[in-house]
């Protein structure tokens, strides 16, 4: 089954836009798994376990476990998805932006190593930064068009004829790049107007769409603004809002969790028809 097949259907039984960043940062970590060796995959799994029936998708962000040489620990997790709930789409975030023979490094690494769905990609170098990717045809390429972040304005914000560059990037891949029906967006919840600008330009494509949650975008808006005449269309992904969600009495870190990304699906629910 293909990525974009895998997220429709997971966008239908889970009835959920929800996508559930992991993220786990050593020091907001629950005292239990803090310095254990095997602390970050078990807290991870503790929060699939009580999230996926809530979520349309998990996206693992590298860094978080690169940076502690816990590699290992993500390989794990990433197996377990795909035993247990091989019906989610994994997405794993490393923003990748490499060229040729490199990038097919890193393809090798989110597809094989991790056995990933979908990889988040830079298109800074071009399309031959992007195209390697496609030689796994099954699977996604997730390409940052316009980031949540204040930041991303400094470039995707410059005008290319008349048009901002993020929605060049838009219209490129939608009309160009994305010739085998594999290609999806990054466009952050924090500019729901460039959303639904991203979205009037590529038509039914996916866009991941962080934002939510820690960094306060709006879920009305961003639903109305990316969602498709289907009310799908989008992975809206809230991370440290629902990892580090503060338990209430009675719960613990994951019925925490699970409350929250409970929450959040509903919230997005209720607007996305
Ligand atoms: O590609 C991403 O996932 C991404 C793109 C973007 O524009 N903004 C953004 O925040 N992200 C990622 O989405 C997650 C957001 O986390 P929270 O802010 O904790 O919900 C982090 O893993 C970010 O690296």
Redesign the pocket.
Known sequence: MTFINKLNAAWASNDSLLCV?L?PDMDKLPAQFRNQPNGIYEFCKEIIDATADLACSF?P?IAYFAALSAERQLEDICAYLRDNYPHIPLVL?A?RGDIGATARQYAREAYDRYGADAV?VNPYMGFDSVEPYMEWADRGV?I?CR???AG?SDLQFLDVGGKPLYQHVAGLVANKWNANGQCAL?V?ATFPEELAQVRAIVGDMPL?V??????GGDIAATVNAGRTAAGTGMMI?????I?YAAPQAGEDFAAAARRVAEETRDAINQYRK
């Open positions: 960043g993220d996206k962000q975030d923003k988040t997730i940052l980031t949540s972040n991303g990054v952050g991941l962080p934002g939510i949650g820690a960094q992904n809230s991370s440290r809002a990892l």
